[in-house]
């Protein structure tokens, strides 16, 4: 074979336009990985000078997946900058749509988007259902859609695609590859729960949706508190995203819990899934209000994957270097001294293992994502970065929950530090979450019973200049909002998204972001059918259209905010 | 009933060639429907339903059925562009454990990045084989604008980096019909809101083709199906507005079977959120409703199978079906005062692109700010 440069774009099942880049060595065995973002939008250049109450809606747009996060993020930035401390209750409302687009949005990024990288379907076809049905029972006492039948009809739908040749959206994958682990048994389970969650995903949606007015992009914030005060208010409303919250919890607990114990005891030895992490600092930050001051989760830095230490984060230590990414700029800046000035270099040609093409210049610029770095290092966040830093806290609940995990699948701790931890991790966020969703929803009736209020009102005064932020976690990981407003206008805007940390290319240090880390030393099967390298790069979830942003030069003057702890607004 | 008639007719023509083409999928419609406990009577109930939805007499609703059957002999191909996979988000949220869900399990999806299994050059020779081996046949449709700045290159996909606007030509060139899903790739979206730094574009700025809008931010599933089975039924498409949208689903304004009319006619607002009028459920005018421009059926569909939509959840309409509207409609939570509100007759080809730029007939800001002042509450409020 003469090239060793394998390209895949675009990584499918991601939000937004990916593409990444290996060069193996002869045994196949990967040296060098790098990360291209290739869509550029530039919504915070667009959200200069308009009103700050339409920053939330605008800034939602930059994701349609973890839709919600960005207008919560919009929101509680001008909220912070003008001091507005919404009532109780729209903070308990905030956090139960915070808790309900999880549920759905982990469900949704394990079976759909992730999930074919751990499960054959073609395998599938082959097994015995009866046998299957058994298998189930291994995993979880009370298995969902896993009956004989179930299953048999789960098989003739998909015959019916294969049955024809059409394989439609299942044409072309990477099946058969020798790092499938799963029998065909545990892969017509898991393939029904595919099924099964498209389902479940809808009823997660409408759950969300009552009190956020439609999934995806809600429409029920406002800056000072919530719209939805007579959802909020009627007892039908509250039953009705209870009944819906039980049945989502339930599929959790019942499929997608069992699921990840099955790749747990199926991938346990895989090569493949037991690297896949090159950088091991971890940073996340708070989420969830369950009652008044009382957050589910905490926020906290970890170093080289040492759980004996957690540090506070502070902000002036966040820096971004553009060296490889398509902006002008030589020396890393900290974001809120950020300059942004686009500046396009492309692709070159070149040679593939699949044959000629565009391939990125790793000596130039070559990608649309800036590397964030904090004291110099870069950084993982995600779901693995919250368990792993809560755990480390001792939070309670999650300690629970990792060590009840441990325990179930023989796994060691270090086990969390891998492609096979960081699947896991984002399902046991969810678990934990859905066990604690109900005590944010119980507050809320609490709260109810003496307090009705839903909104504080506020002025802005075009005299005066306002500054603010919001820091919290999201379904990707850290997410912060940064805002100016001068003339009763957003003078400046900024997000520092989480898939931006995960995601960035090398800096000029040459020090490598999470994703291009985790590749390096992954051996391939085929490297025309990289099915090792999408696993790995699923596994952190991206989302590429937050990770490319602009900002602005004004940004500079954000340079003396008063940074303490990483603490959103109300909740997060 | 003459028009109808023709238009029976060509229903009849469009399906039995239809019938002709060879099926995507093994197993025809009604097995599965059965598989799936839906009985024959269940099924017609539905497409009576969509019948009435696409604003077709019920004679057509056993042509909507067999439309319906015939789903499978037009693949799609869904592309993305400059966008935020909201709108492929919404498609994932067609009903379910009913018919609609079903019906995209049997229209055979060949390409979506979303969605599907292969990536990078599998995923791409995906692509080219749907648009080879179903030339003239698959429905193209596009999710995101088309970024047209600097040659294009903002977006670039696939192994030889082609820009969005090459590849939109290309998946173009030998589709059915285009159809371009929600706001972005119908009028540029988000990323075309001043100053609109990639010059993006909406997809039929950039393509000669004939195309048809499915606008909202995003589109409900149900404009996105019921614009499917009407193509499959016609092999035409539907009855369009000066924006390319459908008028079975764009034809009323929000405004007009709004929820909260009656308070609206009554001069009964909500003054501040949270106030008594927000728990009332009173118009939402004052607070920026932007429901009396904005032509959509969210008031009648709403979203997530009915569960709520932005109105009925205490916050104005955006206006997110209208071309421009991040621009047009903002601030989004203060009342348009320059803009005026159309008669109540008026229909968006009567008010054309004019409506957004203030000249249009009908009663003018002024008057209906003094009709509010008339029956408003406010100083009870206050
Ligand atoms: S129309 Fe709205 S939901 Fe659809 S891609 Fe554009 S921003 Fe996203
Ligand atoms: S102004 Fe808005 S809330 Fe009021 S009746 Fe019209 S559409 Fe409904």
Known sequence: MMSRRVVIDPITRIEGHLRIEVEIDENNVVQKAYSSSTLWRGIELILKGRDPRDAGLMAQRICGVCTYSHYKAGVEAVEDALGVTPPLNAQLVRSLLNESLYMHDHIVQFYHLHGLDWVDILSALEADPALAAKEAFKYTDLPIATGEDELKAVQEKVKGFSGKGSLGPFANAYWGNPTYKFTPEQNLIALSHYLKALEVQRIAAQMFAIFGAKQPHPQSLVVGGITSVKDMLSPARLAEWKSKYEIVKEFIDRAYYPDIVMAASAYGTEESVLGGMGVKNFLTGDAFLLSRNKNLFESGMIKNGDLSRVYPIEDQKIEEDVTHAWYEGDKPLQPYNGETIPNYTGFIDGDTVNGPAKIINEKDKYSWVKSPRYEGESCEVGPLASMLVNYAKGNKPVVDAVDTFLKRTGLPVEALFTTLGRTAARMLQTKVIADHAIITFNSLIENIKSDQSTYTKFEIDPALEYKGRFIGEVPRGTLSHWVRIKDGVIENYQAVVPTTWNAGPKDANDIIGPYEASLVGLKLEDPTKPLEVLRIIHSFDPCMACSVHVMDIKGKELADFKVSTVNGVGTC | ?382
């Open chain 2, 1 to 382: 009933m003459n028009s109808y008639d023709s238009l029976l007719k060509q229903a009849e023509m469009q399906l039995e060639s239809l019938a002709k083409l060879s099926s995507v999928k093994e197993e025809p419609l009604e097995v599965i429907l059965d598989k799936h406990g839906i009985n024959r009577r269940d099924f017609l109930k539905w497409a009576a339903s969509i019948t009435a939805m696409l604003a077709l007499p019920a004679q057509f609703t056993p042509l909507v059925a067999d439309a319906v059957k015939l789903a499978d002999r037009l693949p799609l191909v869904w592309i993305h562009l400059a966008e935020c996979t909201g709108c492929s988000e919404s498609l994932i949220r067609t009903d379910s454990p009913t018919i609609d869900s079903l019906i995209f399990d049997y229209v055979s999806l060949e390409y979506h990045e979303t969605l599907m299994a292969a990536a990078g050059w599998q995923a791409e020779e995906n692509l080219e084989n749907a648009i080879k081996n179903y030339a003239g046949r698959y429905i193209l449709l596009v999710e995101g604008g088309v970024p047209t700045a600097m040659n294009g290159q903002y977006l670039t996909v696939g192994a030889h980096a082609r820009t969005g606007l090459e590849l939109i030509h290309h998946a173009a060139s030998s589709a059915a019909a285009i159809f371009s899903i929600g706001t972005c790739a119908s009028f540029g979206g988000i990323q075309a809101a001043a100053p609109n730094p990639t010059g993006a574009k909406g997809v039929d700025k950039v393509i000669s083709n004939p195309v048809i809008n499915i606008p909202g931010c995003p589109p409900s599933s149900k404009n996105i199906v019921g614009t499917l089975v009407y193509f499959i039924l016609f092999g035409t498409l539907p009855a369009i507005d000066v924006y390319s949208r459908p008028k079975w689903a764009y034809g009323q304004r929000i405004h007009d079977k709004c929820e909260r009319r009656s308070h609206f006619d009554a001069g009964e607002f909500v003054e501040s959120f949270g106030d008594e009028g927000a728990k009332e459920g009173w118009c939402l005018y004052k607070q920026g409703c932007k429901g009396p421009y904005t032509f959509n059926n969210c008031s009648v569909e709403r979203f997530n199978q009915h569960t709520n939509w932005p109105i009925g959840a205490g916050h104005g309409c955006m206006g997110c079906s209208e071309p421009d509207f991040w621009d047009a409609m903002g601030p989004l939570e203060k009342p348009i005062d320059a803009h005026l509100v159309m008669g109540l007759n008026a229909t968006v080809d009567q008010i054309g692109t004019t409506l957004l730029t203030a000249t249009a007939i009908g009663i003018g800001a002024h008057a209906v700010a003094s009709l509010f002042a008339s029956k408003s509450k406010e100083e009870d409020d206050e």
